[in-house]
């Protein structure tokens, strides 16, 4: 029973995460809608792995309800599906990623991190784009080639905004402590 308590405790949320968790979930979908006119450039990966490295498992929170908001806003159609893996994607490599790195490391680690994630966001598309379109393997090979100057137009945006994310994890842990979040 005294396991049970401490597990629940460890994943309730505090009020002030609640309200962390709503805010940048907004933050997420209202920068994705302001920078629209870039060709994928947008904060979405910087949010992933700065809450990630923050909160850990919890992060899966505020990444679910902006998808979620991003479904409601722009329909719940074929582009959509693969929202519900690719930001996981994202989330699981920074979960992987080792915390004790040193403070240089993780100014190289985590903009490199991003970068791929944006290189490699095609690649993530395309199971689903192959299995809703019928394509054939050659038929994903070729729209996975097909997209991939925005893949690296999208590898370098997450790669510049990529250096926001140590400083910006280490003010976001600061806080959390000082509020007993964490």
């Not at 929170?61 to 930001?87: D, E, H, S």
């Not at 997209?147 to 400083?167: E, K, Q, R």
Request: charged share 10%.
């Amino acid at each position: 029973m005294c396991d049970n308590n401490k597990r629940n405790k460890k994943f309730r949320l505090s009020i002030f995460e609640m309200t962390l968790f709503a805010m940048f979930s907004s933050m997420m979908f209202i920068s994705k809608i302001v920078l629209e006119f870039l060709p994928n450039i947008h904060l979405l990966g910087m949010f992933t792995m700065l809450l990630t490295v923050g909160y850990r498992k919890k992060a899966l929170i505020p990444i679910y309800i902006y998808v979620l908001l991003n479904g409601v806003y722009a329909g719940f159609n074929m582009w959509w599906v693969p929202y519900l893996y690719v930001w996981t994607v994202l989330w699981g490599v920074t979960m992987l990623l080792p915390t004790g790195m040193s403070k240089t490391a993780k100014m190289i680690v985590y903009p490199v991190v991003c970068a791929l994630h944006g290189l490699y966001f095609g690649v993530l598309f395309a199971p689903t784009q192959a299995l809703m379109f019928n394509f054939t393997f050659e038929q994903t090979i070729a729209w996975i080639v097909a997209g991939f100057p925005f893949d690296i137009i999208h590898a370098v945006g997450n790669f510049v905004l990529g250096f926001l994310i140590y400083p910006l994890s280490t003010l976001l842990i600061k806080l959390s402590k000082k509020t007993n979040s964490l």
